[in-house]
């Protein structure tokens, strides 16, 4: 049965996790690490990137955390050479750093007319440069090595933008746009061990989105309830969830897979809402 031999394992790998401080991205990094892979944590947030360190390396994992800006040229590169004198290569890439800002949540038409075009920038900056930036610079070790997996964190609204949501929406569009031009690019630079695909989670409970989401009293919102009624499964999503998707597209089992975006989503974007 050797043929037909599939391995999930990561063993041996090194995995970097921008924004792995956060919820999503601390548990994808976490489900690597338990798949095998020696991981970097990325992040402005030192305090929640070290917790996530300190989760695995308790469990039997092999963890660090680096501070890194990944809107900043220097900083993303300061934390690829750090990756090298540590690990001496760089197997998959990760980009969790995302988010939105108050000044670019959108509510009413005063709102679009008066938005904050400093915000708005921020937002698209943190999003879409933030991921083709580390993609840019993590990718010369993976090119020299002739292999590596990176995978973007797209979001629903790169599918159907929502209310509120514009800078943010526009943003995770062009992840998604970038993730497929980025994977034909290495595949026609004679790269075809380097691919590009991304995960689009449907809506996970954060810090960033749990009042947005949610009562304090855990009830859902309005807003929140218009979700759970747009996703078959009725529920939110657990980021745990996301682990498996991953560590598929950054294991051999998907090493003819690039330039997809897999939705985790409960079917919320299957779902026509009739």
Known sequence: MTKYDVSFSLEGRTAVVT????????????????????????G???????????????????????GCDVTDDDSVTA?????????????????AAGGNMAGAVLV???????MSS?????????????????VRTFARPMAEAGHGSIINISSMAAFQPMTRSMGYAAAKAGVDNATRFLAVHFAQAGLTGVRVNAIAPGFFLGEQNRALLTNPDGSPTERGQLVLDGTPFGRFGEPEELIG???WLASDAAKFVTGITVPVDGGFMAYSGV
Do not use: Q, S, W
Request: overall charge negative; aromatic content about 4%.
């Open 19 to 42: 924004g792995g401080g956060g919820a999503l991205g601390g548990a994808i990094a976490r489900g690597m690490a338990c798949a095998g892979a020696d991981i970097v944590i990325l």
């Open 44 to 66: 402005r947030g030192a305090e929640a990137g070290e917790k996530v360190v300190r989760d695995i390396t308790e469990a039997g994992g092999n963890a660090r955390f680096k």
């Open 79 to 95: 934390a690829r050479d750090y990756t090298m004198d540590t690990f001496g290569k760089v197997d998959i890439l990760v980009n």
């Open 108 to 114: 009413g038409l005063d709102a679009l007319l008066d």
């Open 118 to 134: 400093d915000d708005f920038r921020k937002v698209v900056d943190l999003n879409l440069a933030g991921t083709i930036l580390p």
């Open 245 to 247: 998707a991953a560590v």
